[in-house]
């Protein structure tokens, strides 16, 4: 490893024999990387994480190797000697480096630990409703499902408090964690030269900090004239739902089905398709996933990926726990490609199975000679969720329902009862979370350095200003232990990315309309991909480039248009004024 390290770090024959070599060993590197932290999320142990946090150190002692940083720079400065593609993999190793610069070994060494030690405690934590033990353990432990299941179903408003506030329990362990993580990405990415943490995953885009938050709260402006009529109306209807007054203006957070108020499902019974899956296997929302693809064009997945992919609750009396937030991985930045999930025969697991399966294809697509190892990923990291997340739009198209049989052929929807499903549910509901609460928190608790005492308040003025949700008990905003922010899992091992999830859900709908519109020539909010080879190899021609160009023309080029939410309010257009009117009723 060392002699092949100082063979890369001094190679003097060419560009691309240094590109190539620092592909090998990092194809190697990420392998054994990858392979500790799939086992540290399926199988929650010290152990695990003991070799996580080692694994994690030796990739990062080589992307921040000092040599190479100096040889890719001397290199990144002979621009005229190299070519575009040599350019963006340069560009992709110097930007790897700033998370881990070979000078400040110890700090990255301490801030790996530290994340190891954080993903462990929020892998491993049991949710009790009950007194704790002597010891501290429940009697009757409760997983995020089981929080999440009493959320959508209990009707009870004292109920649903205590279910919300246990589910906030995980923040007490997890503040502490999060204050020393915060001062060692900080440490680190400013020892690169970026403002802060948030200022140095932002520059992914070729943004700085304030460039991206005046992005998104465009976003966010453009969604309000929406999004003002959604909560009025979604706030009445709550209201009636529990028995209570209507609010003069926040909805509390507990009456809300999802624990952090980015989703308020529930409220149309009239779309409520989980009925249509009880007849259905967890097998079954996989496999059906996978034929939605391969219908398009796209190749049937791997023996490898069903045999290695960990993709159903643990079973009842297994001790084993595993983390419960659904992804996708690409072990080698090759042919290993795997899931991990907890799939249900649900409507939102039918979604998640489309969405996580979306990232396999895009990994599928761009593993392919053409693509370098170093340039291996999206367009940008908003790309590889917008994809997930066009996926997951699709899936739910009335058409495609009927096609799979999940819904009757003779079935007549209500398209505004289906708009305003998907506007609570998946986008409109979503938008000033992603762009407003999780982005603005993270920017100042990075940007900003915002004191940890400060950390409960802030956050939900946050909530309130953006989302107009608010705190069922205000004595929570005074409690030095609390910590709801920190009860997000994206905070803690996912930090200051979730304006990712914003521009995905921008970009999904421009490329949903492009389909729509100029492919299938159907409706956007009645369309059918399956079994659309043009669609297929439209989604393909996206997905195929990974990050070999710059993603402002990756868009460009697919859809003719820049970034806008165009595509989206006119999407969502029909609704507003439907809403409108209802509201102004009452």
């Known amino acids: 490893m060392l002699l092949l390290l100082a063979t890369l770090a001094h190679a003097d024959d060419g560009a691309q024999r240094f590109l190539d070599l620092y592909d090998s060993l990092l194809s190697r590197l990420y392998a054994l990387d990858a392979e500790a932290s799939w086992q540290a999320a399926t199988d929650v142990s010290d152990l695990n994480q003991g070799r996580r946090e080692a694994a994690s150190q ?82 009757q432990a409760l997983s995020a499902n089981d929080i999440d299941g009493m959320l959508q179903a209990e009707t009870d408003a004292a109920k649903r408090l205590k279910v919300w506030t246990t589910s906030k329990e995980i923040g007490v362990p997890l503040k502490a964690g999060l204050g020393e993580l915060r001062e060692l990405r900080n440490g680190v990415a400013k020892a690169s030269g970026f403002s802060s943490y948030f200022g140095y995953q932002v520059s992914e885009y070729g943004m700085s900090a304030d460039e991206m938050m005046a992005l998104l709260d465009q976003l966010n402006k453009d969604m309000a004239p929406l999004y003002k009529e959604l909560h009025t109306w979604a706030k009445r209807q709550l209201a009636k739902k529990y028995g209570q007054p209507v609010p003069e203006g926040d909805i509390p957070a507990h009456w809300l089905p999802n624990r952090w108020g980015q989703e308020w499902g529930g409220l149309v019974q009239s779309a409520d398709l989980d009925p249509y899956f009880e007849d259905k296997s967890p097998e079954w929302i996989i496999e059906s996933s996978e034929q939605f693809y391969v219908s398009m064009g796209f190749p049937e997945l791997p023996k490898s990926f069903w045999e290695k992919s960990d993709l159903y609750p643990v079973p009842d009396g297994q001790s084993r726990h595993k983390n419960s937030h659904a992804s996708a991985w690409h072990m080698d930045l090759k042919q290993d490609i795997r899931s991990l999930m907890s799939v249900e025969p649900d409507s939102q697991w039918f979604g998640t199975s489309h969405h996580e399966l979306g990232h396999i294809y895009y990994y599928i ?188 023309e990756v868009l460009k080029d697919a859809t003719g248009e820049e970034l806008s939410t165009r595509a989206m309010v006119a999407y969502f257009e029909p609704l507003r004024k439907w809403l409108q009117k209802e509201n102004r009723k009452r």
Not at 383 to 390: K, N, Q
Not at 432 to 453: H, I
């Open 365 to 552: 697509s761009y593993t392919r000679p053409e693509v370098p190892l170093t340039l291996r990923k999206g367009a940008n990291r908003a790309f590889h969720e917008g994809i997930g997340e066009l996926a997951n739009v699709a899936a739910f198209q009335p058409s495609y329902l009927k096609q799979l049989g999940i819904l009757p052929k003779k079935h007549k929807s209500d398209p505004t009862q289906v708009l305003l499903a998907e506007a609570l549910e998946q986008t409109v509901a979503f938008v000033p979370f992603a762009t407003g609460t999780m982005s603005r928190f993270e920017y100042e608790l990075y940007e900003k350095n915002l004191p940890a005492d400060q950390w409960q308040k802030r956050w939900w003025e946050i909530v309130s200003q953006y989302q107009g949700i608010a705190v069922p008990d205000k004595a929570r905003l005074t409690d030095p232990a609390l910590c709801d922010a920190c009860t997000k899992t994206h905070i803690n091992d996912d930090p200051a990315q979730y304006y990712d999830y914003a521009l995905a859900t921008v970009i999904k709908y421009q490329l949903h309309e492009h389909i729509a519109k100029k492919i299938l020539k159907q409706d956007p909010h009645d369309c059918n991909y399956y079994g659309s080879k043009e669609a297929g190899a439209f989604i393909k021609g996206v997905l195929e480039k990974g990050a070999t160009e710059d993603w402002r």
């Open 58 to 139: 030796a990739t990062a002692a080589f992307v921040g190797d000092p040599h190479i940083i100096e040889r890719a720079r001397q290199w990144r400065g002979r621009e005229k000697e190299i070519t575009p593609l040599q350019l963006r993999q340069l560009d992709a190793i110097l930007y790897a480096a700033g998370e881990a610069p070979g000078d400040q070994t110890e700090l990255v060494n301490r801030r790996i630990a530290a994340e190891a030690r954080q993903g462990a405690a929020q892998d491993g934590f049991e949710y009790c409703m009950e007194a704790r033990g002597a010891d501290g353990k429940c009697a």
